[in-house]
């Protein structure tokens, strides 16, 4: 396997992870025979500062012609005062309209070891296991009629839930292809019961499903959805649904897990998919070596699995996290009584050591 990929580490702690994240991608190629590529860019206020704008011309070419992009985060106090149109955060507006990442994955699992970091009770979170498939090009965020317009009374504000057949087909199959490499379970989200467009949604997936008999599916409206998620998290496997309830479903199941640090995202488009953790810039730790590197990490193995279709190297970097953490090394914002403490870079080395 040859593959190019674009890293982009971007702003505060996103330097000093996703080196961390690539050591392990090396490690990876070298352990399995691949030829992985490594091309740096500019993204966010680093760019702001070097260029004048937060995502390069260089930096999205970079993109659109790499197999996998690997990003830290982007923003800080430094860049907030600017106009919205040049924020650090809209280079990520940008790759994910340019690259069409139409679907965000993020898995919630909890590393038996780290229960105690959850705000919810051990015997409810204890095995939990579930990714949540979001819908990120469509729906009330992007439809038509939308804005704020004048009335005789006052004011009137619109936004309009629009998704079509081809959108909701594309979406399902990352689902049901998501779930053939897990339990084999979808629980497809919508409000069916109020929403047309939820009507058509649930319709289409189950259509979708005729070409998936090994994956079982199930439908859940979203507000018992999002209680379920609190009361039992343990029946779900994979959950996909649009993008304004995956929007807040998939912040809900990140924190069962209780650590930001430690969960990673993939969004998926027609060609190259972007890797990231779910957390930003962290300015208020940058620079000084105590950023968890674990989440990135796990994002470059969803890298591994998602987009190179490496399966077997992208285990093997979780086998490596998980027995770093069995072994007891700790960053900052896991610590517990008797854990041993370290830093990013001395976290990266010890999954490295692992992993080899
Ligand atoms: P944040 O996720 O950066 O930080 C929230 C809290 O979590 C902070 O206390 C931080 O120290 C901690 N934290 C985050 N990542 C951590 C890690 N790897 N290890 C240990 N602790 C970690 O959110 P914020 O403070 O609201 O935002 C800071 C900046 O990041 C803002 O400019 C925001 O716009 C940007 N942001 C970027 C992205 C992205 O690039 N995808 C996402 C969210 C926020």
Redesign the pocket.
């Known amino acids: 396997m040859k593959a190019q990929i674009a890293v982009l580490a971007?702003d505060?702690?996103?330097k000093e992870?996703v080196p961390e994240a690539v050591k392990l991608l090396q490690a990876a190629a070298e352990k399995f025979g691949h030829t992985l590529t490594f091309v740096p860019a500019l993204v966010?206020g680093s760019a702001i500062d070097a260029v004048g704008v937060p995502l390069p011309d260089e930096t999205l070419a970079l993109a659109k012609s790499s197999d996998a992009v690997l990003?830290?985060?982007?923003?800080?106090?430094k860049w907030?005062g600017l106009d919205y149109k040049i924020r650090?955060?809209r280079a990520?507006l940008g790759l994910r309209e340019q690259l069409g990442l139409f679907a965000n994955l993020r898995p919630a699992k909890l590393y038996p070891m780290l229960s105690d970091a959850s705000t919810l009770k051990r015997e409810v979170i204890e095995g939990i296991d579930l990714l949540v498939v979001r819908e990120l090009t469509g729906g009330i965020y992007f439809g038509k009629p939308k804005g704020i317009e004048k009335t005789q009374e006052g004011e009137r504000g619109i936004n309009t839930e629009v998704y079509t057949t081809q959108e909701i087909q594309r979406i399902a199959k990352v689902a049901f292809e998501a779930a053939r490499k897990r339990r084999r379970k979808v629980t497809s989200v919508d409000k069916a019961n109020v929403l047309e467009s939820s009507e058509l949604w649930r319709r289409v997936v189950i259509e979708v499903q005729r070409g998936y008999p090994d994956v079982e599916l199930s439908h859940m409206y979203v507000d018992n959805c999002a209680m379920q998620l609190i009361r039992n998290p343990k029946q779900f496997d994979v959950l996909v649904t649009s993008n304004l309830f995956g929007d807040i479903l998939s912040d809900e199941a990140a924190m069962l897990t209780g650590s930001?640090?430690m969960l990673p995202s993939a969004s998926i488009g027609v060609k190259a998919g972007m890797y990231?953790?779910?957390?930003?810039?962290?300015?208020?730790?940058a620079g000084k070596n105590?950023?968890?590197?674990i989440?990135t990490i796990a994002s470059a193995a969803m890298l591994l699995s998602y987009q190179l279709r490496l399966d077997r190297e992208a285990e093997a970097i979780e086998q490596a996290i998980r027995k770093t953490l069995e072994q007891g090394y700790r960053?900052?914002?896991i610590q517990s009584p008797g854990s041993r403490l370290v830093g990013t870079v001395e976290m990266g080395d010890a999954i490295l050591n692992n992993f080899r």
Do not use: M
């Open positions: 971007g505060g702690v996103g992870i966010g990003l830290g985060a982007v923003g800080g106090p907030e650090p955060e990520l930001i640090g990231e953790p779910i957390h930003g810039s962290a300015p208020d730790i105590v950023a968890n590197p989440a960053t900052k914002d």
